[in-house]
């Protein structure tokens, strides 16, 4: 309590703050995913974060554990139940049809911001949460799906993750193929009734599909046991799979099939996949996607084969620093810390600060601000992430030069003309 008796306001459970020591490493991962985007001819689209209530509902699915029980959503002033989005695939799509983006064309986009789910915080797992997520529409082939499987394998090789993660494949087959494959499974689970939990008993009826997917050891044999949709797809899927599968093989990816995946969200078809890793316990699912032809026609739209994926950036950073594999020129921070010995000299070093960075743009150059003694100036310079100081006293000013401190080498301290400091300094912090 302060002297006020007023409570202090803290943040909302499972919604982090991002700290500035944070943010270099978020920089870097996006910085990488953004030119990666470029490089594959993917567009960048932003939408709102928050939907009417009933594009979520109609997209993911009425019995999924999202739209169940971890939205967010609220009456607005209007009356409208609106939802804070919990994925991306919806609103892109949703943004796509409003504006005419699948009418006669293909799209490759992708997308990225905060996601909010309510579900119980913990280490991988939050309620504001942030992805990195990518569509294509318009394509029905097995390429496509290849090309998006490709662009995030490139990532976590660029990334330095390639030995860390694993990529899960299954086909849901069409939606004919798993209907009748969810008569074969429902059969299944009543003979096997007694085992399952309450969860799962719910979803006979509703969801049975997602059973495969539950996580409870007790049910694990029953589930390993029961019948497979792979040997139940219909022709079309089955030979897409059998394609994209020689794709990725002739790509030099490796996959492992996981005939229990089946993703938490109903619209998908044909084409599922996860990246996993087991670096980070059990929140050890960084990507996931796959294909979802009947999305389109589902909101209302003509009939437009869709693929994609999200990743979850808290988590692939989570791993990145768990690996120890943010490369230390990705730490953000100064290279360069100016500061004048005393007030008398201010307003020079201010003016050659401003000249430095209009010569060198690339440079990272704090300044001094706030006074304060000659001891107190050269320990915040010491206490930045800067490699060397710029000195400015009243002999520098009358001489137009520069005294140069190294504060991380054991290097001599020397002045230098003002004028050659453009040519110099890069110098002097590659070496
Ligand atoms: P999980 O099985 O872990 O709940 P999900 O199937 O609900 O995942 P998707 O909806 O497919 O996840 O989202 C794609 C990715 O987004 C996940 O693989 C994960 O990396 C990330 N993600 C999902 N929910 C969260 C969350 N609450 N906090 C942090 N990241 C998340
Ligand atoms: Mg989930």
Redesign the pocket.
């Known amino acids: 309590m302060s002297k006020s008796g007023a409570k202090k306001i803290q943040a909302i459970r499972?919604m982090n703050d991002l700290l500035p020591s944070d943010s270099p490493r978020w920089q870097f991962f996006e910085a990488k995913v953004r030119t990666l985007m470029q490089r594959y001819g993917f567009d960048e689209i932003r939408m709102p974060i928050v939907e009417q209530t009933a594009l979520f509902a109609r997209s993911i699915g009425e019995v999924t554990?999202?739209v169940e029980k971890?939205m967010y959503t609220f009456e607005d002033r209007n009356g409208d139940s609106l939802t804070l989005r919990?994925?991306g695939t919806a609103s892109c799509l949703r943004a796509a049809m409003e504006h005419g983006l699948l009418y006669n064309q293909t799209q490759r986009l992708w997308y990225q911001g905060p996601?909010f789910?309510h579900?119980r915080?913990q280490k991988?797992?939050?309620?504001?949460?942030?992805?990195v997520?990518v569509e294509a529409y318009g394509f029905d082939g097995p390429d496509i799906d290849a090309e998006v499987i490709l662009l995030s394998a490139r990532l976590w090789q660029e990334l330095g993750l390639s030995e860390h993660v694993t990529l899960e494949l299954n086909s849901l087959g069409s939606l004919e193929a798993r209907a009748a494959y969810r008569e074969t499974l429902v059969a299944y689970f009543n003979e096997h009734r007694a085992l399952l939990d309450e969860d799962s008993l719910r979803r006979l009826e509703s969801n049975p599909l997602r059973i495969l997917?539950s996580k409870n050891p007790d049910m694990a044999a029953m589930l390993d046991a029961a019948p497979q949709l792979l040997e139940h797809l219909d022709d079309e899927s089955r030979e897409h799979f059998e394609a994209l599968k020689r794709m990725l093989e002739a790509a030099g990816v490796q996959y492992v099939i996981n005939p229990r995946l089946v993703?938490?969200?109903d619209y998908y078809s044909r084409t599922v996949f996860?990246?996993t890793t087991t670096a980070l316990g059990?929140?050890?699912?960084?990507?996931?996607?796959g294909r979802y032809d009947g999305l389109v026609e589902q909101l209302g739209g003509k009939p437009t084969p869709a693929v994609g994926?999200?990743?979850?950036?808290?988590?692939?950073i989570l791993l990145l620093d768990t690996l120890a594999l943010v490369p230390s020129e990705a730490l953000g921070g100064s290279d360069v810390y100016l500061l004048a010995l005393d007030d008398s000299a201010t307003t020079e070093a201010l003016t050659l600060a401003e000249r430095l960075r209009s010569e060198l743009p690339e440079l990272a150059l704090t300044l001094h601000c706030g006074g304060g003694s000659f001891k107190s100036r050269m320990k915040k310079a010491d206490k930045s992430s800067a490699r060397i100081a710029l000195l400015l006293g009243e002999d520098e000013v009358a001489s137009g030069s520069v005294t140069v401190k190294f504060l991380r080498d054991d290097r001599e301290q020397r002045q230098i003309n003002q004028r050659e400091l453009a040519t110099i300094l890069p110098e002097l912090l590659t070496r």
């Open positions: 499972g554990d999202i971890e919990p994925e996601m789910r579900e915080p991988g797992r939050y309620r504001q949460f942030h992805q997520g997917d993703r938490g969200l996860e990246w059990s929140q050890g699912t960084v990507c996931a996607g994926f999200a990743m979850g950036i808290e988590r692939l």
